[in-house]
């Protein structure tokens, strides 16, 4: 059985990370409501509305009064809509953890709390209300309100930002984390009678980052940076991960292909990828026909190679031993191949066009701590 879904604000951030969310399910009709339509227009949806997504708002407003506008007045028009409709449709609300604080925004987003749980408790509908952080994430207005946005944007630009004050410690969530806080809370089931008042949801439900203003500026320069360095970030830290999404978002896209540094001999060439002092680096390189690499071993770093076009040999020989261990390999099967510590090893192109394969190191090379010692394979 298919769900009738309006969102109020649905041409905003999250509106429309959360209606992409939405139209990728089955049995959901997507009504969407936003400055552009009618009053006529959301009467006509609320009338077939199952759940209401209410996240539409002022928080940059032209004049204070816009806040009680837009906040508080669009919000009586919705559930005067509701009440007339005659249905109890599901209601998830945006507000702000600003509703706690004593200011023109935080007053206006509470009042619009209380008109909702007020509604609640006469009509029974099924309220749930969300205190929304920062959030950060793709498709934010920068230079708007936003300082994940923005600094994303200006740094990726290459634009200036302004600090005041490195020390301020931000509380930011990820957009889609919010989005999948909302689509669990839309897919409980109805509550029972001791919950029925309960209408904050737990700030817990999303994830949230404590990060100073100094230090999220400063990763944000560390990805700028990484098409120079090819360091890339922990992306373990799963706020990372996110912080690179959206700064990637804003990147021009002038600046999505680039170029690397290419060290070039008789031998062929070879290029890096990427670096971490977490996994090592990447590399790639092309062989000529007939040529060997290698003949060196290591002590503690370790290697795979994979060739992913031509032909060759890969040996390996304990440096105190005088077996010779071969792997042939071919660039149609993408096979790995370990190279572990104390052996001797090469790689040779046997065939007739150029090798090209792709290597890992546990390590970033270091000149002057190279952990690479001359000695040929074969005796």
Known sequence: ????????????FLGKNLCEHLSQRKGIVLKTFDLENSMDELR?????????????????????????TGNVGFT?????????????????????????????????????????????????????IFRLPNLFGK???????????????????????????????????????????????????PYRDRYRHQYIVDQSAIPCKKITVGELAQRIYFFRNMQETL??????????????ATYLSYVPKER????????????GNLAELVKSTSFGQMFVSKTKPGITRGNHY????????????????????HIHHNEIIEFSVHGDHYRIVDIPPGYTHSITNTGTTELITLFWASEIFDSSQADTYFKPVTL
């Open 1 to 12: 059985m298919s769900k009738t879904i309006l969102i109020t604000g649905s041409s905003g």
């Open 44 to 68: 006509r949806f609320v009338g077939v509305a199952d759940i209401i997504f209410h996240l539409a708002g002022v928080n940059r407003p032209l004049q204070l009064d816009d806040f009680e």
């Open 76 to 128: 009586q028009t919705l559930l005067n809509e509701i009440s007339q409709s005659g249905r109890r449709p599901r209601v998830i609300f945006s507000s702000s953890i600003q509703a706690e604080l004593d200011n023109p925004y935080g007053k206006s987003k509470r009042s619009a709390e209380l008109l909702l749980e007020d509604a609640a408790r006469k009509d029974d509908i099924r309220l749930s």
């Open 139 to 189: 498709w934010s207005r920068p230079n708007y309100n936003a300082v994940t946005s923005t600094f994303c944007h200006n740094i990726a630009n290459d634009l200036p930002v302004q600090i005041n004050d490195p020390s301020v410690i931000l509380n930011l969530a990820y957009v889609d984390d919010a989005v999948g806080a909302f689509l669990k809370e839309m897919e409980k089931k």
């Open 231 to 244: 360091l890339i970030s922990d992306f373990s830290d799963r706020f990372n991960k996110q912080l690179y």
């Open 256 to 267: 999505w292909e680039y170029g690397t540094e290419i060290k070039t001999d008789d031998r």
């Open 298 to 317: 290591h002590h503690t770093k370790t290697e795979k190679f994979m060739v992913i076009s031509g032909e060759a040999v890969i040996r390996f020989r």
